[in-house]
């Protein structure tokens, strides 16, 4: 009796073990870059940003937040030259959100 109470008792512990992992949900890693907007195809939805030495390029989706001073904005606010924030997932590069900070004006002489 006890030896059949021993073997269900890790059979269920051998169960758990070998499905846990199934139900452990994975972190996705958010990473941060700001830079200028190099290159914008709305119609791939990607957008390639110069950050400092390198280029990064990202997916945007329909689920992209994009805001410029607080206000949402539209993938098709983003123009070339402008300065953006953007965070993305380290995974497969899906731009999560945008923050445009518009291209500054020449100066007036």
Do not use: H
């Not at 939805?45 to 539209?74: G, P």
Request: charged share 30%.
């Amino acid at each position: 009796m006890i030896k059949k109470m021993v073997l269900i008792a890790c059979s269920f512990l051998l169960v758990f073990a070998l499905a846990a992992p199934a139900f452990a949900k994975e972190k996705l890693k958010v990473i941060q870059r700001t830079g200028e907007v190099v290159a914008i195809d709305a119609a791939a939805k990607s957008m390639t940003v110069k950050y400092r030495n390198d280029t990064i390029i990202v997916t945007l989706t329909d689920t992209t937040l994009v805001k410029m001073q607080r206000e949402r904005k539209t993938i098709g606010d983003i123009k070339m030259g402008d300065r953006v924030t953007v965070w993305f997932f380290e995974k497969d590069k899906t731009a999560k959100s945008i923050d445009i900070k518009p291209a500054a004006e020449p100066a007036k002489k």
